[in-house]
Every structure is written in structure tokens, then in C-alpha cells.
């Protein structure tokens, strides 16, 4: 550290940072519109001008490092002149529109002026006029009159984006910021250059008109899209959700968020909602609905066993919600027949029992090593992780991908295996790094690893949903051998990581354990199942051969999602009762016996679980549509109707409930999770110095449109807690225990304003808890199943497939600001083969596979290999019409229409 006087006050900073971020830091607040904490400083704006003794002028603090010794003023007159004079300048054709202007109310160039302004104008003349709005993308509109050229939104597309969609043109008074001709600002992440505009210049489509600042209330929460789960401030007016603004959380996702979870809340009021229960497609009341949910319940348990009856589906909702439907599958009927992921995922005890990695570690590993799908599709906001760590720290990327992809020109060595052939290339890998021969690429990509100090991340994920699972498990169990590796998820549902963790996977209990480790669930469950249950696929087949009798669909569109349509449909045409429990009516759950409809995102209080197992707060904002239920309050009525009650009133007290049932969360509280500044990551007990706790929990505007978070200063450093073991089932000692064995934040009404108190567990408290052995937690086993490949046939192509950001879910399809952005399918061949068809780009081919067929528009994609066709999942034509997910590869024939 180095010491800064600013203003007559010696701080303490870091070599090489900003003057302006250092003086942030500490209080003293110098007025900018170009500086950005996540962009390179360009110094444009000239507002940071500042005095620095011993340098001429008034150089900008955005771009001047800080050094020892270093003396600055802020506030002399010369800075107060130079500020004057930048602000008039900003002001001459800047239109006074602020009355109509959608930045009103929250615009730093109102702010600035306001505060460090001369207070009035001495020109007269006619300002500047453009033509406007200019729609440069489907969903942001640009005032050029507004325009101040700070070039945020244009660094923002190039810098952090990677799409350089829209650049300065012109020249002096003249010059203007406009996407290129015939190409619209098509980036996934357009929104955020709305949000950090320091003017009304850029709007969003959606807003434009909508609300006042004033006028919104605001709770942070998580996005729901995807399994990032971004950091964001939701915001209504009349019990309407009409604004998600990124919260800049370091840990995730640094403030950004894509388009589609940027607007794609706007289903939470669609017209197309089921608002009420239903019964044989009849609008009944709750209590007629629950009791004909429970008697098919009953009845099948009953007449054939627990094990007729299955649940698919449960990472749209809570970890709450999870945790309860896993009781009432697991520990009330006594099925283990339950599946969160609908056949595109990775097994349970893989995600769960890896060594697993933050997204902060790609910054600073050895390599990223790419096993997953397109991360631009499905999982944006890691893709600009990913895309950080390559271009920013230099961190190498080794690909594992078939075809190319959103990172592929980031990637410092493609390995490119054909499908289904990842296991023996990662096996070629750790070869080549334990001085084995391998061949010319991948003996590069070894060597690169070598020479580099650190832990390798691999982001794990299923590339293709166009195979099975077991090359993706083979490379990874190829990849676990090494000593410093660690896996970073990239699973896509929301909230898929916290249904697993809660337990809706078979085989799998709350808390990272399997069903061999239930004495701690059964220390509050009637039940517990002994034996391992079907997967997705094993339950839908189940349900052909009659087996299964009973399916509770949870939130889940298998015909849509399971990557073997044909499959998904016989199974549901085949299964004698279907129950369901969603927010919309689709093709899986229109002949289900019982609809319940379930609360929605911004309806609900709780917490999630992200891809690198961080446990969050979501928060309720607006009420729900018509009478929807928590999925958790269903789960506990039907429970309650097979005899078990619940004695859950509270989502805190599922929480809590969750926390004395689950080994990895010991140590945790529903206090803890709503204090801590970027939440828990699991196990609890493995990453206690990484807690850090929020000074209060009230939002603070940054200026800029965003709701920030001001963490304490003692907060950035470890806080050393000491967490106890796992709670006793004794009761009476629970409740002389209290909260015991878990990180607090003190009660008292006056925190400390320089440093978080944190309560350790006293002696007392400690000894009433029994101790859990840490040897409970899964781990996982490396056992990789082989991997046999199907013949290649010579009229035909292998099918890579995977999912595609703007798909044909509800989100998407009762989103009216996105579902314009959904593009046509299309099938992505080599030259090579598109030139072997004698075809040109977009002819429309057949494409047919032993499970479907259909015509489809075919066009030529460089860096696919020969021999390998591309198509996105989804839609009427997606490769889900095609794939047979019996084999271990999908080959299909494309061929000209005659």
C-alpha cells in the first residue's frame, strides 16, 4: 500500500490505481461521465480534472495512477473553473428536455450540473437538431441530441461485449455515435449501454415512457434466466414490474446483464398465465384442486407403489420450493423417481462432488479449459467472464468444442474433437501434461498449461445435446485426475444448481448427500427412500412401459426441453396422470388431471443457488397474479393431505429448515443470507473467509441508474468466522442452542461504521450440537462409463446441438420486447459439405434422423468441421425432432429437395 493525500486526507492505496476510484474509495466524490470502473479510461469528458502538486495543468483523475507521495485537490478554484467551463461546453446543444426525458430524476449530467455547475447558461443561439428517435436495435432508441460523446456505449460493445456494433461517425459538432449501415446494434447485451448512458441518449424500447425514478420501488434480486443468476434491481409501479438494472456484484456478474434477462421478465404478466386452479380444465377452487392433487397421489402410491410416481422438473423456483418438493416427493410419498434436469444436464453426483470453482477463479487460473455448450447462448454473462479472463488477465483458453462458438476467437488452443469424442482428447491432454506423446495441438495446449502457475477451471457442461452425457463425463473424469483442478458449472437452468442441491435428483438428498448419509433429513422427514430412483430418461420411459403411473411435472415442458422429442411425447401420451405445477399452459401439461399455478419471478421471497454454488436472496417485489401459490405452500398442503404436516408457515422457516437438514449448509442462517454482501457459497464451512456482510440494507443509487451496495471497508478482507458442525436432532437442544454454530450479524440497532460484527458460537451453544463428519458430502467417484460410437454413415452428417438465448420458452415466447429477437432456424454445415450438396446458403434441405424429419434453410458456417452439422434445440424444427437419446451420437441426412 501507498499513501494518497486528497484534500488534506492521507489514505491508503493500491500501487496503480485510479485517482479517481482511489479518492471514491475514501469519501471524496470527483464529478466524470466517461470513467467506468469495468472500461478502460479514456479521459474524454475532461469533468475529473483535478491539481496534483508537482504536475502542470489540471491533468483527469480517470486516467492518472496513483503514487506514493501523491498530494490532491479537488476543490481549488482552478478545478472549479475547469469544471464550470466543461459543463457549459456539455450544455450548449444539449436539449433542456428533462421534463420528457426517461433519464429525469436519475441522470448524472442533472446531478453534475446541479452540484458543480455555474447554475446558468450564457448561450442564446439555436442548438443543434437531429432526427429522433433512431432505432439502432429492436430494443434501444438513440437521441442524438442528448448525446454528450462520453463513448461508454461504444467501449462498453467493443471492450466487454466483443460486438463493435456502434462507433463514433462525423467529425466535430458534427459527430455522433450510429450503429453501421444495414447492421443493427444486434448484440445479446445492448440493454447495458441504456444503463450506464450518463445522459437520456440511449433509451430502452421497453421503458421509454413507462415511470419516474420516484416513482419505482426497488428490491435486489437475482435473475432467473439462466444458472448465473445476475445480480439486479427489480423495480414496479402499480404492482407491475417495469425495470431490471444490474447490481454490480463482483463475484458474478459485475454490474451486466443480457437482453434476455434484462426484459425478459415481462411474462410474469402475461395474459396467457394460468391465474387459478384447474381440475380436468376446469377453473375449481384451491382446496378442490389440492384434495384431487392429493387422492391421484394417494391412489397411485397406494394401488401401486411409491415408485409409480415421479416429478420432473424444479429449478424455475426457490431452493425453498426445490427443498419442499423433494420432501414431499421423497419424504412423504417415498418416491426417488424425481429429476430436476430434463436430459440436458450432467449427473447429480458429478456437479455436486467436483471440486468446484468460483467464476472470480478464471480471472486469476493457470487455464480455462472450455467442456460446454456456447456460453453466448447459454450463459451470456459467463461468456463475459470468460471473455475478461482471456483478453484482461491473459488466462489461456483450451476448447473442447466441435463447432465454432461465441469464444472461439478468444481460444488460445482448439483441440476440436468430434463429437462424442471429448473423452479421448481430454485423455490426450493429461497425457501430454504428464510427458506423454500427443499430438502437435494438443501438445501445445499442454505446454501452455504447463508454463503457467495456478489452478486449471474447467467449465463443465453438455456441449452437445445431440449425444449422451458419458463422453462429457469420461473427459471430465480424465480432467479430475490432475492435481490443481478445478470445475466451474455450466449448467443453464435457473435455479438448477439449488434443486440439486435440495436434493431432486436421484439417489441425492438436501445438503450434498446421497440417500446411503439420511439420518440428518430424517431427523425431521417421515421417510426417506433407500434406493435410487429413475433419471429423466428412465422416468419418461418408465412411463411408456407402464411402470410409471403418475407424473408431477414441476415447472417442466418435456415435450420442449428433453432433447428426444419423439420420446418425451409417447411417454406423455402414455402416463395415466399427469399433475402439474406451472405458470403456463404447454404442449406437456395439456392433459394433465390438475393444474396449479404457482407464483412467478418478482412474486416470491427466497434464496437460489448459482453455477459455482453460491446461495443468494431473491426478494418478492409485486404480488402475484391472480391466486398463484408458492410452489413450496403447494407441496406442503398436499403434504399435509397425505398426512405429513409441514409446520411451515414462513419462507424463512424453510430456510431454516433446509439449513438443520443439509450437511453442506451447516454453519448457515436465514440472518447470514440476507446480510452477506455477494451470499454463501457451499459448503458453507469450506468458504467461510469468504464471507463478507453488508454495512446496512438499503440500496444506494450510484449515480448512474444502478442500484449499488456500499460493502464496508473491513468487508473486502476475509472475516474469520468459526461455524459449527451440523445441528443435533434433539429438539430441546435446538432450541437452547438457538441459532447456534451459525455467523450472525450482531443485533445490536447501532452497527459499527467501521467494521461488521460478527458472533461467533459461544462454548455453551456449540456443545449441544452434534458433530457431522465432513466425509458425509459427496464426492464424486470418477467412474466414467465408455463411450461406443455408432458407424459413420457416408451420406450423412453428426449432429452438434445445443440451446439457443432466445428460445421458444415462455420467457421468451409472452416477452414481447424479446421474442422479436428470435432468429429462424438453421442448419450449419462446412463449405465442404454445403458445396457437396450443390446448394447455395439458405436453400432450404431435408433433414431427416431415424426419430423425425422436416426441411429446414442450410447454410455455411466457417470452422465447422467436415462431416458435422450445427442446429440449435427448439422450435417446430429443432435438433429435439431429431435426436435419439438412446444412442450416443445422432447422425442425420441432409438432402436437396426435389
Keep these: 500500500m501507498i499513501n494518497v493525500t486528497i484534500d488534506g486526507k492521507t489514505v491508503e492505496a493500491n500501487p496503480g490505481d485510479l485517482l479517481i476510484k482511489v479518492a471514491q474509495e475514501n469519501g471524496v466524490y470527483i464529478p466524470r461521465f466517461c470513467w467506468h470502473d469495468r472500461m478502460k479510461p479514456v479521459g474524454m469528458c475532461r469533468m475529473c480534472l483535478v491539481e496534483v502538486e508537482g504536475i502542470r495543468g489540471l491533468p483527469p483523475a480517470c486516467t492518472m495512477p496513483v503514487a506514493e507521495g501523491m498530494v490532491c485537490h479537488t476543490e481549488t478554484p482552478a478545478v472549479k473553473q475547469a469544471q464550470d467551463d466543461v459543463l457549459e461546453f456539455l450544455l450548449v446543444n444539449h436539449p433542456l428536455d428533462c421534463p420528457v426525458c426517461d433519464r429525469g430524476g436519475e441522470c448524472p449530467l442533472q446531478d453534475t450540473t446541479l452540484a458543480f455547475g455555474p447554475g446558468e447558461s450564457r448561450f442564446v443561439e439555436e442548438k443543434r437538431h437531429f432526427e429522433k428517435p433512431i432505432p439502432i436495435s429492436d430494443v434501444v432508441l438513440l437521441d442524438r441530441e442528448r448525446c454528450i460523446q462520453c463513448a461508454r456505449c461504444t467501449r462498453f460493445a467493443d471492450e466487454i461485449a466483443g460486438d463493435p456494433l456502434i462507433s463514433f461517425v462525423d467529425r466535430g459538432g458534427h459527430t455522433q455515435v450510429l450503429n453501421h449501415p444495414d447492421h443493427p446494434f444486434a448484440s445479446y447485451f445492448s440493454g447495458n449501454v441504456v444503463q450506464i448512458c450518463p445522459v437520456g441518449a440511449l433509451t430502452a424500447k421497453p421503458y421509454r415512457f413507462r415511470a419516474r425514478p420516484w416513482d419505482l420501488a426497488t428490491v435486489e434480486t437475482s435473475c432467473g434466466q439462466c444458472a448465473v443468476q445476475c445480480r439486479g434491481a427489480l423495480q414496479s409501479s402499480s404492482n407491475r414490474l417495469v425495470r431490471l438494472l444490474g447490481v454490480d456484484s463482483d463475484a458474478v456478474n459485475h454490474g451486466w446483464l443480457c437482453d434476455k434477462g434484462r426484459y425478459g421478465f415481462e411474462y410474469v404478466h402475461s395474459d396467457a398465465r394460468v ?19 392429493a387422492d391421484a397421489l394417494r391412489s397411485a402410491r397406494d394401488l401401486h407403489g ?8 424444479g429449478a424455475r ?34 456437479i455436486l462432488g467436483v471440486n468446484r470453482a468460483a467464476i472470480a477463479d478464471l480471472d486469476t487460473a493457470a487455464a480455462i479449459v472450455l467442456l460446454a455448450p456456447d456460453l453466448k447462448e447459454a450463459l451470456p454473462v459467463l461468456h463475459l467472464r470468460l471473455r475478461r479472463a482471456a483478453l484482461e488477465c491473459n488466462v489461456p483458453i483450451i476448447d473442447f468444442s466441435s463447432v465454432p462458438h461465441g469464444l472461439t476467437r478468444e481460444v488460445t488452443h482448439a483441440l476440436a474433437p468430434l463429437p462424442g469424442e471429448q473423452g479421448k482428447r481430454a485423455e490426450q491432454l493429461v497425457g501430454a501434461l504428464n510427458g506423454n506423446a500427443a499430438d502437435a495441438i494438443v501438445a501445445a495446449a499442454a505446454a501452455t498449461i504447463a508454463g503457467r502457475s495456478g489452478n486449471i477451471v474447467v467449465v463443465l457442461g453438455r456441449s452437445n445435446l445431440a449425444e449422451r ?7 471430465a473424469a480424465a480432467l479430475a485426475g490432475l492435481a490443481n483442478v478445478k470445475f466451474l458449472s455450466a449448467l443453464r437452468r435457473g435455479n438448477v444448481h439449488g434443486a440439486l442441491e435440495a436434493g431432486l ?38 412411463a411408456i412401459d407402464g411402470t410409471i403411473k403418475t407424473l408431477v411435472l414441476v415447472g417442466a415442458d418435456p415435450i420442449a426441453d428433453f432433447p428426444d422429442r419423439a420420446l418425451a411425447i409417447e411417454a406423455l401420451n402414455a402416463v395415466g396422470t399427469i399433475i402439474a405445477l406451472d405458470g403456463f399452459g404447454n404442449a406437456s401439461n395439456q392433459r394433465a388431471k390438475v393444474m396449479l399455478p ?31 401459490m408458492d410452489d413450496w405452500r403447494i407441496a406442503s398442503e398436499i403434504a399435509l393431505r397425505l398426512g405429513d404436516d409441514f409446520d411451515l408457515e414462513l419462507v ?15 454453519g448457515a442462517t436465514p440472518a447470514l443470507l440476507a446480510s452477506s454482501h455477494d451470499g454463501v457459497r457451499i459448503p458453507v464451512r469450506e468458504h467461510a473467509t469468504e464471507i463478507k456482510v453488508r454495512k446496512n440494507n438499503a440500496g444506494l443509487l450510484d449515480g448512474e441508474g444502478a442500484v449499488s451496495w456500499e460493502p464496508i471497508k473491513a468487508d473486502v478482507e476475509a472475516v474469520d468466522v468459526e461455524l459449527a458442525t451440523h445441528e443435533s436432532a434433539d429438539e430441546s437442544a435446538d432450541e437452547s442452542a438457538g441459532e447456534a454454530g451459525a455467523a450472525v450479524i450482531d443485533s445490536g440497532e447501532t452497527p459499527s461504521a467501521d467494521k461488521a460484527t460478527i458472533t461467533a458460537p459461544t462454548a455453551e451453544a456449540s456443545a449441544t450440537v452434534a458433530p457431522t463428519a ?16 455408432p458407424g459413420r454413415d457416408a451420406y450423412a452428417v453428426r449432429l452438434v446441438s445445443g440451446p439457443a438465448l432466445y428460445d421458444h420458452g415462455n420467457a421468451v415466447n409472452a416477452s414481447a420486447s424479446i421474442v422479436g429477437l428470435r432468429g429462424p432456424s438453421k442448419l450449419l454445415v462446412s463449405a465442404a459439405d454445403l458445396q457437396r450438396l450443390g446448394v447455395t446458403n439458405g436453400t432450404e434441405v431435408h433433414v431427416a434422423s431415424a426419430k423425425g424429419a422436416f426441411n429446414i434453410a442450410v447454410h455455411a458456417a466457417r470452422g465447422i468441421t467436415q462431416g458435422v452439422a450445427q442446429l440449435a434445440m427448439g422450435g417446430e424444427r429443432g435438433a429435439n425432432a431429431l435426436i435419439d437419446v438412446g444412442s450416443s451420437a445422432t447422425d442425420v441426412r441432409v438432402e436437396t429437395i426435389q
Design 306 to 313: 411409491a415408485e409409480s410416481i415421479a416429478f420432473l422438473g
Design 774 to 789: 465432513a466425509s458425509v458430502l459427496l464426492t464424486w467417484n470418477r467412474i466414467a462409463p465408455s463411450v461406443s460410437l
Design 505 to 542: 435428483a436421484p439417489g441425492i438428498l438436501p445438503g450434498r448427500v446421497t440417500i446411503e448419509h439420511r439420518d440428518a433429513v430424517q431427523q425431521v422427514w417421515r421417510t426417506a427412500p433407500e434406493v435410487p430412483g429413475l433419471d429423466a430418461e428412465g422416468i419418461l420411459r418408465g
Design 275 to 293: 391465474r387459478e386452479p384447474q381440475l380436468d380444465g376446469k377453473t375449481v377452487s384451491w382446496p378442490q384442486a389440492l384434495d384431487a392433487a
Design 598 to 628: 404457482v407464483t412467478m419471478f418478482g412474486e416470491k421471497s427466497g434464496t437460489t443457488t448459482n453455477l459455482e454454488g453460491r446461495m443468494q436472496r431473491v426478494n418478492q417485489k409485486v404480488s402475484p397474479e391472480g391466486i398463484a
Design 469 to 475: 452425457s458419458d463422453a462429457t463425463v469420461q473427459a
Design 652 to 666: 424463512d422457516e424453510i430456510t431454516a429448515e433446509m439449513i438443520k437438514v443439509s450437511p453442506a449448509l451447516a
Design 317 to 350: 423456483g426457490t431452493n425453498e420450493d426445490a427443498y419442499a418438493i423433494a420432501r414431499l416427493a421423497k419424504g412423504v410419498i417415498g418416491t426417488d423417481n424425481v429429476d430436476s434436469q430434463l436430459g440436458d444436464g450432467l449427473p447429480a453426483e458429478l
